[in-house]
């Protein structure tokens, strides 16, 4: 029988002392006290494995570890809540980047673009890491991020991507796999941390100021042009109500409002705009509501609102999908068109970001 590759009594002395001494020093060890440590302690401990990988090799020779084991170890493992299975999963930080890309931006972009894509959704898992000083999920406390982009970032398995790009998904799997290539263990920091790299689908010509729509100032997330994006689908929209319709909707969601099919179009004021033009606070009938939530209650793409109505119907007319707030993806792929590249494009759309490679 072939002697099993069993862990030496050298390497089981050694660890015995690390824990004892982790323990004399009072290091945390429950969930809770690892949340409260210092950031730099939660780094340094995403860092260990790495650190601990030199320290073996330098003792025993570099034969110790295969080099695809030495990179499973020094690969970052986020703690994923699949809301679809209803189970967290245990997922290499690059592999995350790939199922998130893959849902966030069509495959079809050019490859800066899919870059500047792959560098975000890296960032955010990062930005969110409870090892990183993150919160965690909002959905699911002990887990870094969830499946469902309206909490986290959307996600597609390779079954998903599979069933979404059909025929292409090879040429669309190998793009995006190049892409998280490209840039593996890149992300965008702000003084020495991960930034929070928002992003959206279209910005309909100008990105809106991150307090705007989310009550906190970011100096990396502000208002900055996006030419191009003129020709996308994306770009401009409108919806038509019957004056009956509307008033439904809006008094569904705004039960004070008290609006009439027959005043409608007297009983909506805006009140203030954004610094970017877009609706920031709109009178409907006596209830003052937001911009986003006039967006969620008419199921509109955007909070780049304006209206007219006539005697039957009202048209509610937006420009751009999504928040506004950060990179625009369809302005990303306007700039690589133009040539520039994903390290451009993302000093663009979040200025005062430094790329930097994670340990």
């Known amino acids: 029988m072939q002697k099993q590759n069993l862990p030496s009594v050298r390497t089981c002395l050694l660890l015995l002392i690390l824990s004892t001494v982790w323990l004399l020093l009072g290091a945390p060890l429950t969930p809770d006290q690892w949340r409260s440590a210092p950031l730099e302690l939660r780094q340094s401990m995403l860092q260990l494995p790495v650190r ?43 592999e995350y980047v790939q199922c998130a890309l893959a849902a966030e931006m069509p495959a079809h972009y050019d490859p800066q673009a899919l870059r500047c894509q792959a560098v975000t959704a890296r960032t955010y898992a990062l930005h969110a890491s409870l090892l990183y000083g993150g919160n965690g999920c909002d959905t699911v406390a002990s887990c870094d991020v969830c499946t469902n982009s309206s909490c986290c970032q959307a996600y597609a398995d390779k079954e998903l991507q599979q069933s979404q790009w059909g025929a292409e998904y090879s040429l669309f799997h190998k793009r995006t796999s190049d892409a998280v290539h490209a840039t593996e263990g890149l992300i965008l920091t702000y003084e020495g941390l991960p930034a929070l790299p928002l992003y959206h689908a279209c910005s309909g010509g100008l990105t809106e100021n991150v307090q705007e729509v989310f009550s906190q100032s970011l100096p990396y997330l502000i208002s900055v042009e996006s030419p191009g994006e003129e020709a996308a689908s994306t770009y401009s929209d409108h919806v038509v109500y019957t004056l009956e319709e509307a008033c439904t909707r809006l008094r569904s969601a705004f039960p004070e409002c008290g609006v009439e099919p027959d005043s409608l179009a007297s009983q909506l004021r805006l009140q203030t705009a954004t ?22 209650a008419l199921d509109l793409r955007s909070t780049y609102i304006t209206w007219e109505a006539d005697n039957r119907t009202i048209t509610f007319r937006t420009k751009g999908y999504g928040h506004g707030v950060g990179m625009s993806q369809v302005g990303a792929q306007a700039m690589a068109a133009e040539g520039y590249s994903f390290a451009e494009i993302l000093q663009h759309y979040y200025p005062g970001t430094c790329l930097t490679r994670i340990p």
């Open 275 to 296: 610094s970017s033009g877009r609706v920031g606070t709109v009178l409907i009938g006596s209830a003052l509501v937001s911009g986003r939530e006039l967006r969620a």
């Open 52 to 94: 601990m990988h030199y320290i073996f090799s330098r003792w025993y020779g570099t034969g110790l570890f295969s080099s695809a084991q030495a990179e499973a170890i020094s690969t970052p493992i986020l703690r994923v809540w699949n809301t679809e299975q209803r189970r967290v999963q245990l997922l290499p930080l690059e």
